[in-house]
């Protein structure tokens, strides 16, 4: 019982900590509305499982123990984050709430953007390993530790769904729309810095 609460209590708060799903999902939430938002969440939902997949399964020792390869690893989800927020911050098309423009990211656009987010986030991957390797039983059966693998997924989807729906109302849309560009310009600065600081994020 209490390796299933160590689970949740830390889980909890690894998924309310800001960070990129964070800035993700409220962007995608607030320009394109609840469809794209609650996709985003599901995309994050199956990046974290694609963590819990290797883990399980032990890749993740190839990744601790080859430093070369963790570096690409880090260098992907650097760029990618860079990427998104320099799109964000560059970005010039203003859209309101009743903009027929909402096909600009489509659903699976944002579900791939949720998931790339969390897939290439080093951070992501290292919290899934800290779980599993200083948390969670070894002597685990396959089935209970891929339980707690849907566990934390759930736990993404559920709060990053919240988000989505919280940002996607109209009276709060509304309101950030009203200040678009400067809302992208913030939230691209984040994902930009976010992107960088994760340079000085390490295996130890």
């Known amino acids: 019982m209490n390796e299933i609460i160590a689970v949740a209590v830390i889980t909890t708060l690894a ?18 509305g609840t469809r ?23 890749v993740t020792l190839l990744i601790m123990q080859s430093p070369a390869l963790f570096t690409v690893i880090k260098s992907l989800g650097i760029i990618y984050l860079i990427w998104l927020g320099f799109k964000s911050f560059t970005n010039k098309t203003r859209i309101t709430v009743n903009s027929t423009d909402n096909s ?15 897939a290439l986030n080093p951070k992501t991957m290292l919290f899934v390993v800290s ?40 009276a709060i849309r509304n309101k950030i729309l009203s200040r678009q560009l400067l809302a992208d310009k913030i939230i691209g ?5 976010l992107g960088v600081s994760l340079i000085f994020f390490t295996l130890h």
């Open 131 to 170: 779980v599993y390797t200083q948390v969670i039983s070894s002597h685990n059966t396959l089935m209970m530790n891929f339980g707690y693998g849907v566990f934390i997924s759930f736990a993404h989807w559920l709060w990053f769904s919240l988000i989505a729906l919280f940002f996607s109302n109209p």
């Open 15 to 32: 998924v309310i900590s800001p960070g990129p799903d964070f800035a993700a999902v409220t962007r995608n939430s607030y320009l394109y």
């Open 104 to 118: 600009a990211l489509s659903a699976f656009g944002a579900f791939r953007n949720g998931f790339f987010v969390n």
């Open 36 to 58: 794209t938002g609650l996709f985003s969440a599901l995309g994050i939902a199956f990046g974290v499982q694609l963590h819990v997949i290797y883990t399980v399964f032990g």
């Open 189 to 193: 600065i984040l994902l930009m810095l």
